[in-house]
T-cell receptor
Framework: GQQLNQSPQSMFIQEGEDVSMNCTSS?????WLWYKQDPGEGPVLLIA?????ELTSNGRLTAQFGITRKDSFLNISASIPSDVGIYFC?????????????FGQGTTLQVKP | DGGITQSPKYLFRKEGQNVTLSCEQN?????MYWYRQDPGQGLRLIYY???????QKGDIAEGYSVSREKKESFPLTVTSAQKNPTAFYLC?????????????FGPGTRLTVT
C-alpha cells in the first residue's frame, strides 16, 4: 500500500539554524500537506501544495512540491524555540473522492535556545 | 470562532467499559474523520464520514463505532472490544473532497483505560 517516509525522524538543532526535512513516496501524489503538532495538541495545517514544482512560503516556512510528484520538502529558516514539535507530511490516499489522507511518521524537531 | 472542539481533553475508564468521545465542528464542513495516535507514531484513520447519516471504516475500525446524525457532530465510541484503547484520539473535518483535502484538527482527547 501507499506509504510516506519522512526524513529525518528527529532533529536537534541550535536556535537560529535552518532546518530541512523531506517526505517521499513510491506513489504519485496530487496534493501535499504539511502539519505541525505541538505536544499534547492536534496537528495544525502549515502549508498545502497542489502543483508539481510549486514553492509556497508561510512566514519562515517554505515547502516545495517535488517535480516527480513523489516527494515534498519543508524548510524552516532561523529556527526559534517555539518551532519545537512534530512535523507531518500528508497526501490523499485511495479514491480521490473520499478525502482520506495518509500521514508520514513525522519528524520531531527540538531546538536548543 | 470557527473550529473543532473535542471533549473531554483527558478521559479515564476501567477496562470493559464503553466510552464515547465527542467531536463538534462549526466550520460547515461536510467531511469528518477520527484518527488514533500512539506514542512516536503517525495518525491512523479509524472512521470517516463524507455526509450526514453515512460513514465508512478506516484502517483500524475494529472495536470502534461512530454515528453522524448531524453535520456538526461525529462522536466516536470506543467499545470494550477494542483490545488496546489507550491512545490519543484526534477528530478532523474538511470541506467536500475532492474540492479540498485540507483537514483541520481538534485538540484531541487522551484516553487512558486501566
Amino acid at each position: 500500500g501507499q506509504q510516506l517516509n519522512q526524513s529525518p525522524q528527529s532533529m536537534f538543532i541550535q536556535e537560529g539554524e535552518d532546518v530541512s526535512m523531506n517526505c517521499t513516496s513510491s506513489s504519485i501524489f496530487n496534493t501535499w500537506l504539511w502539519y505541525k503538532q505541538d505536544p499534547g495538541e492536534g496537528p495544525v495545517l502549515l502549508i498545502a501544495l497542489y502543483k508539481a514544482g510549486e514553492l509556497t512560503s508561510n512566514g519562515r516556512l517554505t515547502a516545495q512540491f517535488g517535480i516527480t510528484r513523489k516527494d515534498s520538502f519543508l524548510n524552516i529558516s532561523a529556527s526559534i524555540p517555539s518551532d519545537v514539535g512534530i512535523y507531518f507530511c500528508a497526501g490523499p490516499t485511495g479514491s480521490s473522492n473520499t478525502g482520506k489522507l495518509i500521514f508520514g511518521q513525522g519528524t520531531t524537531l527540538q531546538v536548543k535556545p | 470562532d470557527g473550529g473543532i472542539t473535542q471533549s473531554p481533553k483527558y478521559l479515564f475508564r476501567k477496562e470493559g467499559q464503553n466510552v464515547t468521545l465527542s467531536c463538534e465542528q462549526n466550520l460547515n464542513h461536510d467531511a469528518m474523520y477520527w484518527y488514533r495516535q500512539d506514542p512516536g507514531q503517525g495518525l491512523r484513520l479509524i472512521y470517516y464520514s463524507q455526509i450526514v447519516n453515512d460513514f465508512q471504516k478506516g484502517d483500524i475500525a475494529e472495536g470502534y463505532s461512530v454515528s453522524r446524525e448531524k453535520k456538526e457532530s461525529f462522536p466516536l465510541t470506543v467499545t470494550s472490544a477494542q483490545k488496546n484503547p489507550t491512545a490519543f484520539y484526534l477528530c478532523a473535518s474538511s470541506p467536500t473532497p475532492p474540492d479540498s483535502y485540507e483537514q483541520y484538527f481538534g485538540p484531541g482527547t487522551r484516553l487512558t483505560v486501566t
